[in-house]
């Protein structure tokens, strides 16, 4: 038996993140690791948080104020956090789908 490595390139990951569904999994996370509280914060009141920080992304544009509406600011610690989490859910589920049709499709480059 031998290991194979592989990566994912996923472009503009961090402006593109579904932001709901971000937040739900953000949550999932955080339950699915034991966490009832985050330095003494309850999940439910993190999560109210984090939905203000991603929600509430504002930016200036030849003079115009705009609101992000998809996704997190690039450069944002939070965001880097979020989408980080999100990619362990994708994950999580491409390999539990690997491991019930016992395949890896893909492609091997030399």
């Known amino acids: 038996m031998s290991d194979i490595t592989c990566t994912f390139d996923l472009t503009?990951?961090?402006?593109m993140l579904p932001q709901e569904e971000s937040l739900d999994i953000l949550?999932?996370?955080l339950v699915q690791h034991g966490y009832q509280k985050v330095q003494n914060?309850?999940?439910?009141?993190?999560r109210k948080l984090a939905l203000i920080v991603i929600k509430e992304n504002v930016f200036v544009y030849e003079k115009k104020f705009y609101r992000q509406v998809i996704g997190?600011?690039?450069g944002s610690a939070f965001t880097l956090t979020l989408?980080?989490?999100f990619m362990w859910k994708?994950?999580?589920?491409?390999?539990h789908r690997l491991k019930v049709?016992?395949?890896i499709y893909g492609r091997y480059l030399t």
Request: cysteine-free; hydrophobic content about 50%; aromatic content about 10%.
């Open 72 to 74: 997190g600011a690039m």
């Open 101 to 103: 049709s016992n395949e």
């Open 12 to 15: 503009d990951l961090y402006t």
């Open 27 to 29: 949550i999932e996370f």
């Open 90 to 95: 994708w994950e999580k589920q491409l390999v």
């Open 41 to 46: 914060i309850p999940i439910d009141i993190i």
């Open 83 to 85: 989408a980080n989490i």
